[in-house]
């Protein structure tokens, strides 16, 4: 769980993923807005547990969004993006290097987004 500064409030309970994601039909990330990809991705996500309803997917929130991101409302509200496993490289350590990169740079992107939030 993250805690403020790490997090924009400690009104709720705030956590930081990420990971591979492989859709099986599964409905948890169904109303992402704009959709979440339907092929194997990689992901990092940004959520909160206990927020008033409507706060972290509102449309305000949406329109604030960094380009590749989506706003998903559930049990709890994320922000999430993701990059099509296809368009990694084969090799690897080369697939790693570029999985790690892109990792680093969208918690970056969060941090700086949510800073300002």
Partial sequence: M??????????AEWFIGWGLRFPDGGSGWDGADPRLRTMPHAIVA???SGVPAGTAGSALLRRHLPQGWS?????AA?????????ELP???DA???????????RIDEL???LRGW
């Fill in 95 to 105: 697939r790693a290097a570029v999985l790690a990169g892109w990792t680093s740079a």
């Fill in 78 to 86: 994320s922000l999430a993006a993701s990059r099509p496993l296809l």
């Fill in 46 to 48: 940004v959520g909160a």
């Fill in 2 to 11: 993250l805690r403020p500064p790490y997090a924009p409030s400690a009104n």
């Fill in 90 to 92: 084969t090799e690897p």
């Fill in 71 to 75: 706003a998903i409302s559930g049990e």
């Fill in 111 to 113: 941090r700086s987004f």
